[in-house]
């Protein structure tokens, strides 16, 4: 019985070890000496890729100032793996640590809290509607009867669903696995309209062959804030958070959201016009990682 017990208690011990070293990235990376990286091969300016395993955008050049501060503190440079996550995976991934940081274009909301952590919120996404020019569309009412696509995991036609615009309105969901494949659909003519954040529908028409036929129209259906996201009470949220309050009050996150909305970006030097909204702007001023339902109070 004694040797039971003690059996036992040698693996609730281990147990509770792997525990806290799950949610030790610092530790972690101090032992390996790499760290992953989530990205997404299209979300918008935020992250996406080049081709060749290259990702870039917004969220991309935070994460790589955060693990440049986090090398300071585990005192050693770190290989830098990139993991491509989409939305339905990239959960799963962070809590069972392929993934040790997420830089994509992850909603902050109080279910995903109970299972991940996020950093200061460093966007505040506006959910809107892209159709084609031609299309006729401009309006949530005008949606009835018609083909809405979206990606899988997202929250965007829930959302398009739930607006008030939205009564009476019948149409019908058609799903992509990704944003690309979604916008896809649109292209293609298998859907007449894409619901999505706001950056993404203008990254995916700026990086289409034919960027004039599109346009963003309609209500703006929700206010979101998105976050680099990270496992639940992770050491590594301290060492974001202080790297994304460093480049706040510096302004060089101002200019980093200039560099990759305001200007040419690779790989069509195409630009995307999006002015960063007020509600980002205070954001910048007032740092904080509430989730998109305290968030809007």
């Not at 954040?197 to 599109?214: E, M, R, T, V």
Request: proline share 2%; with cysteine; net charge positive.
């Amino acid at each position: 019985m004694k040797k039971h017990l003690f059996a036992l208690a040698i693996s609730t011990l281990l147990a509770g070890n792997a525990l806290a070293q799950a949610n030790d990235t610092v530790a972690k990376v101090k032992a390996s000496g790499s760290i992953t990286m989530g990205v997404r091969d299209s979300s918008g300016a935020l992250s996406y890729t080049l081709g060749d395993g290259k990702y870039v955008g917004y969220h991309i050049e935070i994460c790589q100032r955060i693990i440049a501060n986090l090398e300071k503190v585990a005192g050693k440079k770190l290989d830098v793996k990139f993991q491509s996550v989409t939305s339905q995976n990239r959960i799963p991934l962070t809590q069972n640590g392929t993934i040790d940081i997420e830089c994509g274009s992850t909603t902050n909301n109080a279910a995903r809290q109970k299972d991940v952590s996020f950093a200061f919120t460093t966007f505040v996404e506006e959910v809107r509607i892209a159709t084609k020019a031609s299309s006729g569309i401009t309006s949530i009412s005008q949606l009835n009867g018609k083909n809405v696509a979206t990606t899988t995991g997202t929250t965007s036609v829930q959302l398009l669903r739930k607006h008030e615009r939205a009564n009476g309105v019948d149409f019908k969901e058609v799903f992509g696995k990704d944003h690309a494949e979604s916008f896809l659909l649109l292209e293609s003519g298998r859907a007449d309209a894409f619901v999505m954040d706001g950056q993404i529908l203008a990254g995916n028409i700026a990086n289409s062959k034919s960027p004039a036929d599109y346009r963003i129209v309609g209500e703006v259906l929700n206010v979101e804030p998105i976050a680099i996201m990270m496992r639940k009470d992770d050491t590594l949220k301290k060492v974001a958070d202080d790297t994304i309050a460093e480049l706040a009050k510096s302004g060089e996150l101002a200019k980093l959201y200039d560099k990759w909305f305001m200007q040419p970006i690779p790989p069509k030097n195409a630009r995307l016009g999006l002015a960063a909204s007020e509600a980002t702007k205070w954001t910048w001023a007032n740092l904080n990682d509430k989730p998109v339902e305290e968030f809007r109070k």
